[in-house]
């Protein structure tokens, strides 16, 4: 069940349009029903829905300005940013809270997986071997016994489906098969992060569901042959997310993230700073609209380490607080000169298409979009519902672009705080 909130203005509808068609947009160029709230609502004012707009354009690239200027190449726990962050949060009056945390070396390895010279998304398990590997690829099952069926793996790059049977029960009868390494795919939509809970003696890496139908389809037009190389993880990383909250009526919550870091720890043309103002927009914007749900706003660290702060983050809340959240919303780089691309979970794709449909705006969900592309990936691992919206890629940022992408981003939030807590369990 969706609700809809009353405050829905001309700007937000218009600025849909524009992050739609990337355009400007008149209010003659407007549905009548875009100009007119839902119901019976009278008419917004149209020089304070404009005056509103150009105070959104001016906060959001102010905060993207200053925060882009300083020293973001450590992390969130000691660097200038991280300051910046807690001192804009407690400023909104959301009691920012510096979660410092240790992960030591039992991180994600890195990845780097090539079927027929095509670069396939992977994740590492961790305790997985390091190394490069290669050979043909083949595919086996694991009964729910833990039996291993068919033969000739020796040398093998072996393909298997995400089942009953535990991740090292798996590469251990593998690596007894012969196996040079082993390709785990999910069996629902996502990117499969695990662990083998001992070390490997052969590499173990995960894809999403999607790559291993295409792998098995692969496999039937012939014998592709795999280069997999993995690299240790860090031995240990100390940083630390930064955290606000807003209660609402609900004891539900919502989580609202985005990266502190970029990828490559690439700062050159302003890291993620127009996703950081965005999330502080946004934590403003939820005080002007009578959200159901409770909100928790968070910048991660170390999300292109192998999202550090987001694992860290999951794994240190109670049992309770796990359970308590409904969605995640999630953007990285949204103010970029790209196309905005926009990503959901199954079953909110309905709900945001048709939002923006009524809305008159040409936008619309990828669905499972940003697999593999942010902190939503930890949650989505845990049946928790996600957004994410993204315009990928360097290139400067644009007020414009910042702008429509906050109003997407609103729309997304709205929708998110209308759902049923036990439809999306």
């Avoid at 962050?85 to 407690?90: A, C, G, K, R, Y």
């Avoid at 994600?108 to 390091?130: E, H, K």
């Avoid at 992408?405 to 609103?410: D, G, L, N, R």
Wanted: with cysteine.
């Amino acid at each position: 069940m969706v609700r809809r909130l009353s405050r829905r203005t001309f700007v937000a509808a218009a600025a849909l349009a524009t992050a739609a068609c990337g355009a400007a947009v008149q209010s003659s160029d407007l549905p009548q029903a875009m100009v007119v709230a839902a119901g019976d609502e009278p008419q917004v004012d149209l020089s304070k829905a404009l005056a509103d707009d150009r105070q959104l354009r001016a906060s959001l690239m102010a905060d993207t300005d200053r925060l882009a200027r300083l020293d973001a190449t450590s992390s969130l726990r000691t660097s200038a940013l991280g300051d910046a962050l807690v001192q804009s949060v407690n400023g909104l009056g959301l009691d920012a809270e510096r979660r410092e945390y240790l992960a030591l070396g039992r991180g994600l390895p890195s990845v780097s997986l090539r079927v027929d010279d095509d670069f396939v998304l992977a994740a590492g398990m961790i305790y997985s071997a390091v190394g490069v590997v290669e050979g043909p690829l083949r595919q086996a099952d694991v009964d729910d016994e833990g039996m291993l069926r068919g033969s000739g793996y020796h040398g093998a790059v072996v393909l298997i489906a995400r089942g009953v049977t535990p991740f090292r029960v798996i590469g251990r009868l593998l690596e007894d098969a012969g196996a040079s390494a082993v390709i785990v795919y999910n069996n629902r939509p996502g990117l499969l992060y695990g662990t083998l809970s001992q070390p490997s003696g052969i590499p173990v890496v995960a894809v999403t569901e999607e790559a291993g139908e295409d792998l098995v389809e692969r496999l039937e037009r012939g014998e592709p042959q795999v280069v997999v190389d993995v690299s240790p993880p860090p031995r240990s990383f100390e940083g630390a997310n930064v955290i606000g909250h807003r209660a609402g009526p609900l004891r539900r919550q919502i989580v609202v993230a985005t990266p502190a870091d970029t990828p490559l720890g690439d700062y050159a043309d302003g890291g993620n700073a127009d996703g950081l103002a965005l999330l502080l927009a946004l934590a403003r914007h939820a005080d002007q609209v009578s959200a159901r749900h409770s909100i928790t706003f968070v910048a991660f660290d170390a999300t292109h380490r192998g999202y550090v702060g987001s694992r860290w983050y999951l794994a240190h809340l109670s049992d309770d607080e796990r359970a308590s959240i409904d969605a995640v919303l999630t953007f990285d780089r949204p103010g970029r000169s790209h196309t905005l691309q926009l990503g959901a979970s199954d079953d909110v794709v309905p709900l945001i298409d048709q939002r923006l449909e009524a809305d008159g705006a040409e936008l619309r969900v990828t669905r499972d979009f940003g697999v593999g592309r942010g902190d939503h990936d930890v949650f989505a691992a845990r049946g928790v519902p996600y957004v994410f919206l993204t315009r990928a890629g360097p290139g400067e940022i644009s007020a414009h672009h910042l702008v429509s992408a906050f109003h997407v981003a609103a729309v997304a939030l709205e929708v998110l705080d209308g759902l049923d807590s036990t439809s999306t369990k």
